[in-house]
């Protein structure tokens, strides 16, 4: 079985939490691979399940980003503090402590959008980037939503529409309307994982980071971040880079194509009948897939 270690980091005045899944039978030559989560503020209990890849003779990393999980929390920061630039420092405080000279880097969600900013930087020892089920910028994502929410029931949509524009999205009416989009372009388990629970129960305990950054909801961007994007700037990335998505994700095509065109080095996999939470629908073929990726690009 594989040995898994905690540990927090000084990072300036707070602490990162980081979890490290050591292989019970290293593989030589097999780079680690840290983990990059959504949200932002959803910590990374729901991407637990990729330390299974530690069966493939790698040293897997997983982080609490700041504001969240088992990190420090900052619910009276001002909402300028969040930026980007905040969590790609902590990220390479991250590598530093833990003296990692080669890595790999995958991101889900937020955490693609993180690592494709983490590339365009090109760290010196980072040797390949997933970005999964991420967009390049968030008015493709509003605008994906969009489209996806003009095929919801005209009930569902009425609702959501209704409360958005009331300014009433803590509205219980308005958060079972959200479930119907969760179902299908979220994640498609029933019941939903227990890891994804904990990801969002100790989001919305402290909801500081994805309120102020992304908004109230997936689709509803009012948020920080609305105006972010990466397009103009991914050709920066040079390292080999895989960007993967799900059928019928709520990240849709057109918010992951910039990374697939402006990456050097990129190639793409989309998974049939799946949604944002691949790793958790499609668990053995999303490791099969993402295992494959880094063994191609170990040192």
């Known amino acids: ?57 790698r040293r897997v990393i997983h982080y609490d980003q700041l504001g969240c999980g088992n990190s420090t929390h900052l619910s009276e920061a001002p909402p300028e503090f969040w930026t980007p630039q905040l969590f790609v420092d902590e990220f390479m405080n991250v590598i530093e402590h833990l003296g990692l000279t080669e890595y790999h880097l995958l991101g889900q969600s937020w955490g693609g959008m993180l690592g494709a900013e983490i590339g365009t930087r090109r760290p010196a020892g980072l040797r390949s980037l997933a970005i999964c089920n991420s967009p390049a910028s968030m008015r493709l994502w509003v605008e994906g939503a969009a489209e996806l929410r003009a095929k919801l029931p005209a009930e569902v949509e009425a609702t959501l529409s209704a409360h958005e524009a009331a300014g009433t999205t803590g509205d219980p009416e308005y958060v079972r309307a959200t479930e119907v989009f969760y179902e299908r372009h979220v994640c498609k388990v029933v019941p939903v994982p227990d890891d994804f629970r904990e990801s969002e129960a100790q989001m919305e305990a402290d909801p500081t980071v994805y309120h102020t950054m ?86």
């Open 214 to 299: 992304n908004g109230p909801n997936e689709f509803h961007v009012i948020g920080t971040l609305r105006d972010w994007t990466i397009v103009d700037r991914v050709h920066s990335i040079a390292v080999p880079t895989l960007v993967v998505a799900g059928e019928d994700d709520e990240a849709t095509p057109a918010t992951w194509l910039p990374f697939a065109e402006g990456i050097p080095d990129a190639t793409t996999h989309v998974f049939p009948d799946a949604s944002h939470c691949v790793h958790l629908e499609q668990p053995q073929e999303f490791r099969r897939v993402i295992g494959d990726f880094l063994a191609r690009h170990d040192a």
């Open 1 to 57: 079985m594989p040995d898994v270690a905690t540990q927090s980091i000084p990072f300036g005045e707070w602490e990162t939490w980081v979890r490290i899944t050591e292989p019970s039978s290293p593989r030589p030559g097999a780079l680690p691979l840290v983990v990059l989560h959504g949200g932002p503020g959803m910590a990374h209990n729901y991407l637990r399940n990729l330390e299974a890849l530690a069966d493939t003779g």
